[in-house]
T-cell receptor
C-alpha cells in the first residue's frame, strides 16, 4: 500500500521557525513535493526534492532522505500569512499522492 | 497569463444524477490531472491525462470517467452520484516532459460539488 504521515496540526508564533515532518511508504518513488493550501483556496506548489538533501527557496526549505523515507518542510521567519495547511505529496510512476495535511497556525 | 480555470464553481445535485466538470489548463500545459478533496483531507488522485490519453488512474469506481480534448482542456464525469461524492474537485495542469514536471502541479480553484 501507499501512505504518507504528517502531524495534523502545528502552532507557532510570528518570527519563529517550524518544521513539518513527512514519512512515506510507497512504490515507484520519484520524489517528494510540498504544497500550501489556504482555507477556501487551491493548493500551491512550494518545493520538490528528487534527491537527498536540502533545497532552499527563500524562507522555506525542504529536505529529503530517501533511505529513511522521510522528508520535512522548514518554514523560517514565520508570518501570519503562513497560516495554512501544508501537504507533502509523493510523486510515483503515474500519480501524485498527497498526505492528510498539517494545519499550521501562526499567532502574533 | 491565465491560470487553470474550472467550471462551474459550485454545483448541487441529487443522488443518482450525473455531473460534468470542466477544466482549462494553463496555456502550453499538456497534462491535466483531477483530484477529489474532502474537507479536512488531502487531495486524492482520480485521473491524469497527457496528450489526450489516460496516463494514470486512482482508486475510484467506474462511475468516474474523464477525457481530454485536442485543446488540452478536460472534463470529469461522475455518474450515479452518491452522497459521498460531495467534495471539492480540483483540476491541475503541468508542463510536458519528464517526471519532475508532474511534481509541480498548478491547481485551479476547484468545483464544489454537493450531493443531496
Amino acid at each position: 500500500g501507499q501512505s504518507l504521515e504528517q502531524p495534523s496540526e502545528v502552532t507557532a508564533v510570528e518570527g519563529a521557525i517550524v518544521q513539518i515532518n513527512c514519512t512515506y511508504q510507497t512504490s515507484g518513488f520519484y520524489g517528494l513535493s510540498w504544497y500550501q493550501q489556504h482555507d477556501g483556496g487551491a493548493p500551491t506548489f512550494l518545493s520538490y526534492n528528487a534527491l537527498d538533501g536540502l533545497e532552499e527557496t527563500g524562507r522555506f526549505s525542504s529536505f529529503l532522505s530517501r533511505s529513511d523515507s522521510y522528508g520535512y518542510l522548514l518554514l523560517q521567519e514565520l508570518q501570519m500569512k503562513d497560516s495554512a495547511s501544508y501537504f507533502c505529496a509523493v510523486l510515483n510512476t503515474d500519480k501524485l499522492i498527497f498526505g492528510t495535511g498539517t494545519r499550521l497556525q501562526v499567532f502574533p | 497569463d491565465a491560470g487553470v480555470t474550472q467550471s462551474p464553481t459550485h454545483l448541487i445535485k441529487t443522488r443518482g444524477q450525473h455531473v460534468t466538470l470542466r477544466c482549462s489548463p494553463i496555456s502550453g500545459h499538456k497534462s491535466v490531472s483531477w483530484y477529489q478533496q474532502v474537507l479536512g483531507q488531502g487531495p486524492q488522485f482520480i485521473f491524469q491525462y497527457y496528450e489526450k490519453e489516460e496516463r494514470g488512474r486512482g482508486n475510484f469506481p467506474d462511475r468516474f470517467s474523464a477525457r481530454q480534448f485536442p485543446n488540452y482542456s478536460s472534463e470529469l464525469n461522475v455518474n450515479a452520484l452518491l452522497l459521498g461524492d460531495s467534495a471539492l474537485y480540483l483540476c491541475a495542469s503541468s508542463l510536458p516532459g519528464q517526471g519532475f514536471s508532474w511534481s509541480e502541479q498548478f491547481f485551479g480553484p476547484g468545483t464544489r460539488l454537493t450531493v443531496l
